[in-house]
């Protein structure tokens, strides 16, 4: 049987102005979605989960290891590129920093890290993980900013190819040999 890395968009969070999106849950929409994309990883196998520690991620790695019967656990390093600084801002606004923030990857230009520093944290992160579980198919839950990052630099793709394709949840399949992407789907 092939191994694969799964690498799992949180779902939908319920979100809340006045507290920081690292803190946010998932809505109960969110939580519906997540045993959808659930089912749809049946055909992968799963058989490790990790997750970020952030709480939107925890519950969909949560609930994604209960329908398959599997371990979980939280993990150092595969939270979201650190924004802790920056206010709930508007959509254009968001979308404009993270643009910047892609065009310009060695430099501090939206939250407390680089684009590369970010990569740089995520990438030993899971490669620690892919290293301790080198015989199991490993499912990471993470955060659209970092999974761009990590996929875009590993299959040569546009940070915004992949960025613009995440839904709220979303997985993408990688074979961990060849380092190819197998599938990309989205969950509505």
Known sequence: MNKYLILVRHSLPEVVGNLPAREWRLSELGKARVV???DQLTLYQPEVIFSSAEPKAKETA???ASIHKVPYHVAEDLHEHDRSNIPFLAYDKFQDSIHEFFEKPN????GRETADQAHARFYRSV????????SKTVAIVTHGTVLSLFVSRLTGS???EIWNMLG???FIVMDTHSNTLIVRSNID
């Open 62 to 64: 949560e609930i994604i």
């Open 107 to 110: 430099e501090l230009v939206f």
């Open 168 to 170: 709220l949840p979303s």
């Open 36 to 38: 959808r994309l659930a």
């Open 127 to 134: 490669h620690s993980i892919l290293n301790e579980h080198a």
């Open 158 to 160: 546009s940070y915004f």
